[in-house]
């Protein structure tokens, strides 16, 4: 580990020497900037970047407005939405978020990622906006790294802001699942963050934004360094299967800026015969961990199509209405009507609604109505299942109903794993 933290600082330095001067003419913060935050004014250049912090903070306040909405950075909380390395508090809040969201991708890649979305409101500047969790850390790893394009600090937060975005992407919520505007009752109309569509949409164009900033900027040799870090933390882990959601995702973005780097083309035969033999190599090392994360993804799925099959008692749901009757006709009329496997024994009928529902003809006529239930059974093994079926009464014309029926099962069957 020393070894590798030498070569990393060693990495770092030559990466300042060889880009000094190739770099962009320096910005200077505003005055603005200068008065609400002492970083604007820092000199030093920190370990695992490039530039000093005072050249960082200028570059954010001249980021693309509508991509990187949180302007300026030093207003109030805004300043969680970029990495201003010298407030702890922040600092932390970065890492956190990225902790969580490896935690929770990790659990739950292959599975539904119903539990990605954390709103945060109230943001300072931006009126009642509720932002999901990940949105600070994404726009903070982007913004940085248009900041600093050469340095290995800054290409790491990225590489978190990319994979954030994957799962992000994958959880989407559309605009249905919640309001765009909070009505206040003093007739005040705030906005809500953008539906998820739109803003994954906006997070995808900042990343192509940043990786065309990265191919014109970066070194080749930074790439390499960055890909063979993510491979050999890959190496390090004991178990393959730890983390390796992210893993992928970040040596998937990784691999690909590498293979798509200017000096592929335009470098002379030595410099892209590297190049070239280095992409191979990656290539290779890639299709590793891209196969360990569909098997994770495979094993994932397969777990939760179990459980999904599966239920405890505790989770058995609770009748919308009781009436000993229709309970009684549903349950023998379950046993009778040859949709259950033969020598299985009815014991419960749940009632699942407590209205009914109708069905018409062509000429909107009611033909039927129906009601829904649970029906538990035992089978010949001894193990106990709870199916959906559907039960009518046919329309005898006026009030009047026929006989209760069996209508039709449902596709929901599930094993009780601890009935008794």
Known sequence: MKTNRLFFAFLCALLVAVTASAQQEKLKPSAAAIAADPGASEQTVREGFSKPTCEIRAAYEHL????FIYQPYYKGDNRYFYYVEAETNVREFHDNCYAWFLMKAQEEYGVR???????????PGQGDRQVPYGEHTMHAGFAEV????????????FLRACSILEVSALCALSMKDYNREVRHPDGAVTKLVEGESDRIARYRRMRAETERFILANSPFGLLEFMADWIWDRYQQRQNKNQFVVFDYFEYQEAFSLLASHPDLTWGNEDVKAKCEAT???????????????LEYYGDNARKADQKAREMTMDEMPKPAMSDANMEAQMKKLAASSGHLSSGVTVLKAIIQSTGWSYDRDDLGRIIDR???AYIVYKTSDGKVHMVTMSFKQDSLGGNSWGSLTARGLGLDNRTIIDYK
């Open 64 to 67: 693309d407005p509508a991509l």
């Open 113 to 123: 990622w119903t539990a990605i979305n954390v709103f945060i409101g109230g943001i």
């Open 146 to 157: 248009m900041a600093d394009p050469v340095s290995s600090q800054t290409f790491n937060h």
């Open 279 to 293: 992409v191979k190599k990656h290539k290779k090392q890639f299709d590793e961990v891209n196969a360990k994360a």
């Open 370 to 372: 129906y009601k829904n």
